[in-house]
């Protein structure tokens, strides 16, 4: 398969940590559409892709905000995350090794555009997943959420099918009084640790929060 000339670099922004980035146009580049000469065995699936971008994104979380970012490795384009859009886009096709190599690069909004061929997904349903079952996600969950009375701020933004049954129970008691964790598991039956990872999933997707104090 021939190779596929690299785009001319543009004029360089800044990016998140200092420095400066050239913009490129990936959607007029043919190297970032193409698939990946990866043996089989050596693709991450996309779950593993998933839980590591979203691991990725929500440790970066202040300095995504509002912008275009490349999440990127050995200069391949592996997804385009948009927080302006609440929506990311990722590479059908990732090694195992360029993930643990990736970072964000900051780009101009003209950059927003994936590839042809990239699967766009909800920021929601990233968030959600890692939420449920990321390897580190139940340590993104403050302490206060596990001991004060909490509540549901909103239904989160999902996809059909991401959320379980027990998931609409949870949402339907928290939608009707405020209440803890602890008491939530007692009135459940729920194991703690599957709860504690619907607590976090909530979290995450900004539909849980700790109940206002009461004004006097």
Same mark, same amino acid.
């Given at each position: ?5 690299? *785009? ?7 990016? =998140?940590?200092?420095?400066? *980035? ?13 698939? $990946?000469?990866?043996? *089989?065995?050596?693709? *991450? ?6 839980? @590591? ?7 970066? !979380? ?16 592996? @997804? ?46 990233? $968030? ?25 701020? !909103? ?9 379980? =049954? ?5 949402? !339907? ?37 700790? !109940? ?5």
């Amino acid at each position: 398969m021939s190779r596929s000339r690299r *785009a001319s670099p543009a004029t360089p922004v800044a990016v =998140p940590g200092g420095g400066e *980035a050239p913009i490129v146009k990936w959607h007029d580049e043919q190297t970032q559409q193409a698939p $990946l000469v990866v043996e *089989a065995a050596q693709l *991450a699936s996309s779950d593993e892709i998933e839980l @590591a971008l979203a691991g990725q994104v929500w440790a970066g !979380r202040d300095q995504l905000a509002g912008r275009v970012s490349h999440w990127m490795s050995n200069h391949i384009l592996l @997804a385009v995350v948009d927080t302006s859009r609440w929506r990311v886009a990722i590479r059908p096709q990732v090694a195992r090794l360029h993930i643990g190599q990736a970072a964000f690069v900051g780009r101009p909004p003209t950059a927003a555009t994936p590839p042809d061929g990239f699967r766009v997904m909800p920021m929601d349903d990233l $968030l959600w997943k890692y939420g449920l079952h990321g390897e580190r996600s139940p340590g993104e969950l403050p302490s206060a959420y596990l001991d004060a009375p909490v509540e549901l701020l !909103r239904m989160p933004q999902l996809s059909p099918g991401l959320l379980a =049954p027990r998931h609409l129970t949870l949402m !339907r008691l928290l939608g009707q009084e405020t209440v803890t964790f602890e008491a939530l598991r007692v009135r459940l039956g729920a194991n703690a640790d599957d709860l504690l990872r619907d607590f976090v999933a909530l979290y995450l997707t900004r539909a849980l929060a700790l !109940r206002k104090p009461e004004r006097g």
